[in-house]
């Protein structure tokens, strides 16, 4: 059985929920990722940070990147999925809450990120186009 830690891209580096956005967009540039994972002062994870949260949720705002926090864009609760946890889990938990990067936890411990990319290359052709779909659509 394929499972998370098989297809995920490991060592996953995340931003402080006290770092500020403009680290965040400084992390984002030197990894060359488009997210990052927030975690608290307790290494849990938080929620995930975007560019595009970024440029929509700070920039557009007209607030400042360099007081902003990161933890202060961070919603709800993390949608995660378990390291052990099998493909098929991966693509129905993508699909289900719609997001294009799910952090792979091994406890309480952030051990990697399957990315939509990831997720289609582990997948048959069918279930790769319909995670496509159902991520792109409203």
Same mark, same amino acid.
């Given at each position: 059985?394929?499972? /998370?830690?098989?297809?995920?891209? !490991? !060592?996953?580096?995340?931003?402080?929920?006290?770092?500020?956005?403009?680290?965040?967009?400084?992390?984002?540039?030197?990894?060359?990722?488009?997210?990052?994972?927030?975690?608290?002062?307790?290494?849990?994870?938080?929620?995930?940070?975007?560019?595009?949260?970024?440029?929509?949720?700070?920039?557009?705002?007209?607030?400042?990147? /360099?007081?902003?926090?990161?933890?202060?864009?961070?919603? !709800?609760?993390?949608?995660?999925? !378990?390291?052990?946890?099998?493909?098929?889990?991966?693509?129905?938990?993508?699909?289900?809450?719609?997001?294009?990067?799910?952090?792979?936890? @091994?406890?309480?411990?952030?051990?990697?990120?399957? /990315?939509?990319? @990831?997720?289609?290359?582990?997948?048959?052709?069918?279930?790769?186009?319909?995670?496509?779909?159902?991520?792109?659509? @409203?």
């Amino acid at each position: 059985m394929t499972t /998370a830690r098989d297809i995920m891209t !490991g !060592g996953a580096e995340c931003i402080g929920a006290q770092e500020t956005v403009l680290d965040a967009a400084r992390k984002l540039t030197q990894l060359g990722v488009g997210a990052l994972p927030i975690c608290g002062t307790d290494e849990r994870l938080k929620g995930m940070l975007t560019d595009r949260d970024i440029v929509v949720k700070v920039l557009g705002a007209d607030k400042d990147p /360099a007081t902003v926090k990161a933890g202060d864009l961070a919603q !709800g609760e993390a949608v995660t999925i !378990g390291a052990d946890d099998s493909a098929d889990e991966v693509f129905a938990t993508m699909t289900s809450h719609k997001v294009r990067r799910l952090p792979v936890i @091994d406890g309480h411990t952030l051990v990697g990120v399957v /990315a939509l990319a @990831d997720a289609a290359r582990a997948l048959s052709d069918p279930k790769a186009g319909q995670l496509v779909e159902a991520l792109s659509t @409203d």
